[in-house]
């Protein structure tokens, strides 16, 4: 269709030097705002790298220094003594007087003071009497420093008691005198001693529920300081040392909490394991120069702090501390769940609460340097150094980082000259061709406006263009080309919908992705694949004891628990039949350390049904066989689908029978011979397979044991 033409566009084109003089200036513009970028951009970097740098080293020359105080410590002889005088002292009280009164004191203490306490601290309610004594020392313990104590609990005071009249009341008002000038002088938070015999607690500076608890046996078994407890007990070195990374500390209501531990001898034995809580807030000063943020060249939105090992917070958020509302708010509308606002609020703390998972903080704790632009935990894109640091057991890292529209503040004070530079020129050179400019540039901004609409996914766009040339024929093409593009999104949409919605009722998400690549009909072959077949035992009883809807509400907690360590070891779960839980390494991702990865998931698995039986006082155990070779995995089924392994990599893990324990991890030898400079084993064993034959077998020793 031809219509006339009142303007050609040949002739417009006279107006084009108004258009090459807008783009001389938007190219110098560009350029000189591109530059601009880049030098801020440079500056920063060299700024948070040096901080960063800075920080880690002062973070590592204070833990190093903490490191000497404390081997000074154990090694002087007033803690030798201090020890020795009071464990014989806790060992007489085990064969203390506890009378029916003491102990209903001490169950009273329990249930209506410290457990409603440390629950409003708590995301989880721990389970009914789980903090109650284990054994006659403890009753006493608990009866005179705590029951009898001043109230409320929480508050800290030194532990001292006005009731008791045994040796180890007497001794223990001068064994703390002698203690008081080392806690002042380094600051720690407490300090506890811990018989290496028993792994009783028998020594507390300050009152505190884990006074006489058995930290191999007791409600706090599984806790990290339980376990640096449990290693130091058998040192034959007296400068053994470790660091326990922070966790929640209930014995302090569930504030975080992190100890440092070491052997104290006498002569050539162990007398007692030395644990020392150490404050965060002399790390948190000097990460923040006393919270001068400013003075440090962080402007209004910098800081720097500690990341752990389980990507959480080690340290206090500059903005939880400046304004702790506004801060939960700003969770709140993160990514982060409503769980981490909550934590967040409650504990008013961001250590242990606060998940920092991206590339930046991933390169740090394998030990990298480097500068990174990412997300933050609040959700704003920020400039970031990142780093690590190491002190013998325990690995962190150092976090320098300012809000990415901060560090580019100053560009905006050159956008604006720039803006109004170019605006002055452009106005004169629009003014010496206003009509011409207007007629060609009118046309033009409506199919753009209409194209960046298109583009944004708006279809009910139509341009109305009245001119009679070559824009007219460009506008009706234009219009013709969206009602078809809008034609075409909506069936497209709603077939992919269809199948969409029809592919997830039908398959997991596992599965899924195989039919949508084509491959649903085909099973696929992995050549080396290591997988775990894990049974739950207990779960009948249980079931018998509690009831099946409380069984199966514990399983539910179980599997969930089990779901999380896989995803945090990088094992897939396949499938969950009853109590059995089948897993695999190295199926869907080529990993070359997949088998240490299934065994440290199967300590894992024994951690966490340990834990749950401490806390839920259950008695579940878990078999675990780990075999490693090809397997076949694939869809099961025509119109119900599942998605499973087989062969006889799998076959074998399923096969291999129990010898009778409780919880135990028995690998093949595949397994072992990957692993075993890795994971200590026990004296392997054979077993007749049914379908297989003979094989050697290799079964992982307890953590508490190797």
Do not use: C
């Amino acid at each position: 269709m031809s219509h006339r033409r009142a303007f050609s566009v040949q002739s417009k084109l006279l107006a084009a030097f108004v258009l090459l003089t807008i783009a001389g200036i938007a190219v110098l513009t560009g350029v000189g705002y591109l530059a601009a970028r880049q030098s801020l951009t440079s500056s920063a970097e060299r700024h948070l790298t040096s901080l960063q740098r800075s920080k880690a080293g002062t973070v590592k020359a204070m833990l190093t220094s903490m490191r000497n105080e404390v081997l000074a410590v154990s090694a002087s002889d007033s803690i030798t003594a201090a020890a020795l005088t009071m464990r014989a002292a806790h060992r007489e009280l085990q064969v203390a007087a506890v009378t029916p009164q003491m102990i209903e004191a001490v169950k009273r203490f329990h249930l209506d003071e410290y457990d409603p306490a440390l629950a409003k601290h708590l995301a989880l309610t721990p389970a009914p009497e789980w903090s109650l004594p284990t054994n006659r020392a403890e009753w006493y313990l608990h009866y005179h420093y705590l029951a009898q104590a001043p109230k409320p609990y929480g508050q800290r005071r030194v532990l001292a008691s006005s009731t008791d009249a045994s040796r180890y009341g007497a001794a223990l008002a001068p064994v703390q005198a002698k203690l008081a000038p080392l806690m002042n002088r380094l600051g720690f938070q407490n300090i506890l001693l811990v018989d290496p015999d028993t792994l009783e607690v028998f020594f507390s500076y300050e009152e505190s529920a884990v006074i006489g608890t058995n930290l191999g046996s007791g409600p706090y078994a599984s806790t990290n300081f339980a376990a640096l407890a449990r290693t130091l007990s058998a040192s034959k070195d007296v400068d053994d040392y470790r660091v326990g990374d922070f966790e929640e500390y209930r014995p302090k209501l569930g504030a975080p909490g992190a100890f440092i531990a070491s052997p104290v001898f006498d002569g050539s034995r162990i007398a007692a394991v030395l644990l020392l809580r150490f404050p965060i807030e002399p790390i948190e000063a000097a990460l923040s120069s006393g919270r001068r943020w400013e003075a440090e060249g962080l402007g209004k939105t910098g800081e720097v702090y500690l990341l752990g090992p389980d990507q959480t917070m080690r340290s206090d958020s500059r903005f939880l501390i400046e304004d702790p509302k506004a801060f939960i708010e700003t969770l709140r509308r993160s990514r982060l769940t409503s769980r981490t606002a909550d934590a967040v609020e409650r504990l008013q703390t961001t250590i242990l609460t606060v998940p920092v998972k991206h590339e930046a903080a991933q390169a740090a704790l394998r030990g990298q340097n480097g500068l990174m632009t990412v997300e933050d935990y609040r959700g704003v894109d920020v400039l970031m150094a990142y780093g690590p640091v190491d002190l013998d057991s325990v690995r962190w890292g150092v976090i320098a980082k300012i809000d990415q529209s901060e560090a580019m503040a100053p560009l905006a004070a050159y956008t604006r000259r720039a803006f109004a530079a170019g605006s002055a020129l452009a106005l004169l050179a629009s003014v010496v061709a206003l009509f011409m400019a207007s007629a060609l540039t009118r046309p033009i901004a409506a199919l753009v406006d209409a194209a960046r609409r298109v583009s944004k996914g708006t279809f009910d766009v139509q341009v109305d263009v009245s001119s009679e040339d070559e824009y007219r024929e460009l506008g009706e093409a234009f219009n013709e080309m969206v009602r078809n593009l809008r034609d075409s999104r909506e069936d497209l949409d709603r077939q992919v919908q269809e199948n969409e919605r029809l592919l997830q009722s039908l398959l997991p998400a596992s599965a899924a992705a195989q039919v949508r690549g084509g491959t649903s009909d085909t099973p696929q072959s992995f050549a080396d694949v290591t997988v775990a077949h894990i049974n739950l035992i207990g779960l009948d009883a249980l079931a018998r004891e509690l009831g099946e809807d409380h069984a199966m509400s514990l399983l539910s907690d179980v599997v969930g628990g089990l779901d999380e360590a896989a995803e945090q070891h990088g094992v897939e779960k396949v499938r969950t039949i009853g109590a059995s839980y089948l897993a695999a390494s190295g199926l869907s991702l080529e990993r070359p350390d997949h088998t240490a990865r299934m065994v440290e998931f199967a300590r894992e698995v024994v951690r966490i049904v340990r834990r749950f039986n401490a806390e839920r006082r259950t008695n579940l155990g878990a078999e675990i066989r780990i075999n490693a070779g090809p397997v076949i995995g694939g869809l099961i089924g025509r119109r119900k689908f599942i998605y499973d392994l087989w062969g006889d990599t799998v076959r074998l893990a399923r096969r291999i029978q129990s010898d009778g324990q409780k919880t135990s991890i028995v690998v093949t030898k595949p397994v072992y011979e990957r692993v075993r400079e890795l994971v200590p084993f026990g004296t392997p064993t054979q077993m007749e397979v049914q379908g297989v034959g003979t094989v050697d077998l290799y079964e992982v020793l307890d953590e508490g044991t190797a």
